[in-house]
């Protein structure tokens, strides 16, 4: 395959060590916020609960059996559990070593037809990415996916060029990987990654080399424990269900899970998931489709395949997108080294002038009580974006919009999503149960629940979906958890209890303009009261 035009050093310098601490910093702080229902805290509940099981090779969600997600992440996040406690952070630190492993691989993979600027500008724009802040903080089995596909394409890019064995095993037991973490994805997009640089660079040898045949054969014996716990668990239908019936019954419409997303879902979801970096990266897409037997002509491609393969799929979240981005991140990177027309120093001035605008509308104006930290990264981010373009460098735009953003999203995790998570009234009920050191069974729910209660506060006692499947008033000590039909419905029957407990509550996971304008904002929130009896 022909090598792209390696730019020199000189023409981009690469990403300073103190915009990587900024990074880290940004990550640190998602670290720490409270898991977000439905999916981060089922997950947590159940890898939480896998510390008390004899086997750990089947699934459980509250005592049933479960078959949906691998158990890549549940592995993971119990033996994270076990070695440094059930915290926040603890669920999501496997999942965010394998992101940065996955941006490490963005770099390596990169780093095979881009100059050393150019691949660290790469990583650095997947790192620092929408989707990258939210993949750290709002932790789901996609964080493990998209590494592990980047982590095979980089070490099967390796092997396609005649690097021997161990990069050969090292792609299948990256596939491997993928495989545990969302299914078959995992081994079905590097494969297409891989399979479109075969064909650009007419490298047909490839499929009798036994080295490429080994791939698949490491994959298969990572999965070797899965599947004897899916068997153990399932039976055939549990293989069944792991290989076929979990994704690509999502486009054959035999899974379960279907919506009503039409095959332009991603178009609208891509570019604010790049943010701030969407105008590089379409730009490097449009250009690099048309480079002729270049490895951006296969990496792009590959971005399309991918897409329209993800698009076919009856339900469609923002998530799922995740494993191209990386790609969309060489390429804009790629973008990088040419020189910057007046319309595209327009724009990507706009656009990060509006995310500066935003931030400071969420601090100053949508949840301003105790906002002055992130006032002051804002203010200072803006000073160092000053000093920067008197500079007067060759890459300013790119240089400010990497320090206004990480100030920005920065401001997200520590002063934002807090702000916003404090509505997560499941989380506050069950933190409060916990704290007052409430038996777990003796906890009961009355038209509400959810996962974020029994991961704070170990809820296990009976739930009610309503008033008419109680049969009898609440023992004495009993806590009931309930909204404000609940309340009401109790009343009636004389079941009155003793409020010790309310929080507000708003479906966090979908925060609308109803939570972000304050005057809205209270007709927004609904009351969940803790009685006790």
Known sequence: MAASPIAPDHQLPAVHWTLWLGLLAVVVAGAMLDVMEVD??????????????????????????????????????????????????????????FAFGGVYATYRYARLFQSKPVATWAAFLFASSVSFVIMTNDVRTDTLLTACIMLATWTGSEYLRGRGWTWAMACGLAMGAGLLAKGPLGAVAPFIILSVQVVVQRQWSVWRDPRFWSI???????????????????????????????????????????????????????????????????????????????????????????????????????????????????????????????????????IVALLYILAWCLVAYSFP????????????????????????????????????????????????????????????AGRWLKTEHVPPDRIITLHVGGTALEFYGAASGPHYPDIASMTSAPQRGAYLYTDEAGREALLLRGWSGTVVHTCAHYPVQLPGSDLVIPSRREAALEQRFILRY
């Not at 920067?388 to 460098?393: D, L, M, P, S, T």
């Not at 790119?398 to 499941?426: D, F, G, K």
């Open 369 to 428: 009580a105790g906002a002055w930290p992130a006032r002051v990264a804002l203010f200072v981010a803006l000073f160092v974006a000053f000093l920067v373009i008197r500079r007067r460098g060759g890459h300013v735009l790119v240089t400010v919009t990497a320090v206004i953003w990480l100030a920005a999203a920065w401001t997200l995790n520590t002063h934002v999503y807090p702000a916003i998570l404090s509505y997560q009234s499941n989380a506050q």
């Open 40 to 97: 981060a805290a089922q997950y947590a509940t159940m890898a939480r609960d896998m510390l008390g099981q004899e086997d750990k090779l089947k699934l459980y969600f509250r005592g049933r059996d479960y078959l949906d997600k691998p158990p890549l992440l549940f592995w993971s996040s119990a033996l994270s559990f076990g070695l440094f406690g059930i915290h926040n952070w603890s669920y999501k630190l496997p999942s965010i070593l």
């Open 216 to 350: 698949p054969i490491v994959a298969g014996l990572v999965l070797v424990p899965m599947l004897v716990g899916l068997y153990e668990q399932h039976g055939p239908h549990g293989i069944r269900f792991f290989f076929w019936e979990q994704s690509f019954g999502r486009i054959t419409g035999e899974n379960r899970w279907k919506d009503d997303s039409s095959v332009l879902f991603f178009t609208h979801e891509v570019p604010w998931l790049l943010l701030p970096w969407t105008l590089f990266c379409l730009l490097g897409i449009w250009r690099a489709v048309r480079r002729r037997g270049t490895m951006e002509q296969a990496t792009a491609w590959s971005v399309c395949i991918l897409f329209v393969a993800l698009s076919l799929s009856q339900f469609k979240l923002p998530h799922y997108i995740y494993p191209v981005l990386p790609l969309l991140a060489i390429l804009g990177a790629g973008e990088m080294i040419r020189p910057f027309g007046a319309a595209v120093r327009r724009s990507q001035a706009g």
